[in-house]
């Protein structure tokens, strides 16, 4: 399987998870709001001071962003590009967000692609401090309690980077158990989730949300991106038994690579490793 070595040594738990209670909310992100504050606002009006979502399209503006970038100094594996700050309206096709914290603050992660005011197709990974929303519209959450995506210094990547800790429950309306998850570096995707599943005694579940990086990806449908740095978007998964009663990984992407390449389909399993991290929340269906 394809890996990339990694600045700092691996620890041995390669899935960092908490298992926590949670709820899927639909909600509107307000026009002129920085995406930050309207994402916050609908997760606390439900009672959550966390968790993640999925959009489809909208309209953001003033918008900034970076894409995936080689390293110029060697102290990551890949690293990031400048920043970029389209002018106008900028359409959104899709993306996938987790709200967390970073130094005692709410603080997202957010991929996704979407359409320039002058036509340019793109994607990568949204600025929290420069992201508004221009024009209203709908993103489907799921609020987390019990648990909280927080950046912490990661000594294997070298990055500061969103994972799940034990978070007191806030009391907030939770249906459902579920679990937050980060997958480390050089596993593969479909196989760390269906290894996690097996263990838990899990045998049905649903991904919400799902923000991270793979090295490059084999698709199903027979494409291929080459470049080995990514900013991937989860847009839907499930783990369930397959036809043979094995439990099989079904995880729909949408990424866009380090060369600018753009791709949407769903992920071969066993041949689409992690590059960076991978974080999610799964929602136990059994």
């Keep these: 399987m394809r890996s990339i070595k990694q600045p700092g040594a691996p620890v041995a738990e390669r899935i960092q998870w908490v298992e926590a209670r949670g709820r899927a909310f639909a909600f509107r992100l307000e026009a002129g709001m920085p995406l930050l504050e309207a994402a916050r606002r609908g997760f606390a009006a439900e009672g959550f001071a966390g968790g993640v979502l999925n959009f489809g399209p909208g309209a953001l503006g003033p918008f900034a962003y970076v894409m995936p970038a080689l390293s110029k100094t060697g102290e990551n594996a890949a690293f ?5 700050r389209p002018q106008g309206v900028t359409r959104v096709k899709l993306g996938s967000l987790t709200l967390g914290r970073r130094d005692g603050a709410p603080f997202f992660h957010c991929h996704g692609l979407w359409t320039e005011a002058d036509g340019r197709a793109s994607g990568g990974h949204m600025l929290p401090e420069e992201t508004v929303v221009a024009e209203p519209f709908e993103v489907a959450a799921f609020g987390i309690d019990g648990a909280m995506f927080t950046a912490e210094p990661d000594g294997e990547t070298n990055f500061k980077l969103f994972g799940p800790v034990a978070a007191e429950p806030s009391g907030a309306q939770a249906t459902s158990r579920a679990f937050a998850l980060r997958l480390r570096p050089n596993q593969d995707f479909a196989g760390a989730l269906e290894g ?15 923000v991270g990086s793979t090295i490059g990806a084999r698709f199903t449908h027979g494409g291929v991106t080459e470049p080995f740095a ?15 009663g094995a439990l099989q990984a079904a995880l729909d992407v949408a990424l866009v690579d380090y060369a600018g390449g753009l791709a ?20 136990v269906l059994n």
């Design 264 to 283: 949407e389909g769903r992920l071969i399993r066993g041949d689409n490793p992690v590059l960076m991290t991978m974080e999610l929340v799964l929602e």
């Design 230 to 244: 990514t900013e991937l978007a989860i847009t839907a998964g499930t783990i369930a038994p397959g036809g043979s």
């Design 196 to 210: 996690f599943c097996r263990e838990h005694g899990i045998a049905r579940a649903r991904i919400h949300g799902g």
């Design 80 to 84: 990031y590009s400048d920043t970029f």
